[in-house]
């Protein structure tokens, strides 16, 4: 179940901020289908924090999940979406050496189909916004 399209792929570069692509619902409704993402690749992870990691079944693929829970060998990760699945749920925990970076800002391209000011404006409102980490929701979804 991809996450990020494979041209996200980053190995190492002279910066450390990269964008990628979200291509899946398990992040719904933080994340969606289309989504833009600015990852800070290398940055210290912390619970709760959305993060980009490395399948570990598939390595060659590019997942984003929260970070829920640290446990030995590395980390409990889970998508917001329930329903989803794709998380450590199917593969268990994810070692530290697959967590690539953390992501700190999404976009939402504009829709082509909506024209009107209003949804020019409510775009403009919602397209931006810093991704931040939700403590409360690393809690909830442990218990799961």
């Not at 079944?57 to 794709?86: H, I, M, S, T």
């Not at 504009?110 to 403590?135: C, H, I, M, N, Q």
């Amino acid at each position: 179940m991809p996450e990020l399209s494979q041209d996200a792929e980053r190995v190492r570069a002279p910066l450390p901020f990269g964008v990628a692509e979200v291509t899946g619902p398990s992040m719904v409704p933080t994340l969606r289908h289309g989504d833009r993402l600015l990852v800070h690749y290398g940055a210290r992870v912390g619970r709760g924090d959305v993060i980009v990691l490395r399948h570990p079944f598939q390595q060659d693929l590019l997942v984003v999940k929260r970070a829920a829970e640290r446990r030995d060998g590395g980390w409990w990760v889970l998508g917001d979406n329930a329903f989803a699945g794709g998380d450590s749920t199917d593969y268990g925990v994810v070692p530290d050496e697959l967590v690539l970076g953390r992501v700190r800002f999404r976009y939402r391209p504009r829709p082509a189909a909506r024209r009107s000011p209003l949804a020019l404006l409510v775009w403009l409102l919602t397209a931006a916004r810093p991704v931040l980490s939700d403590r409360s929701a690393s809690r909830r979804l442990r218990a799961r």
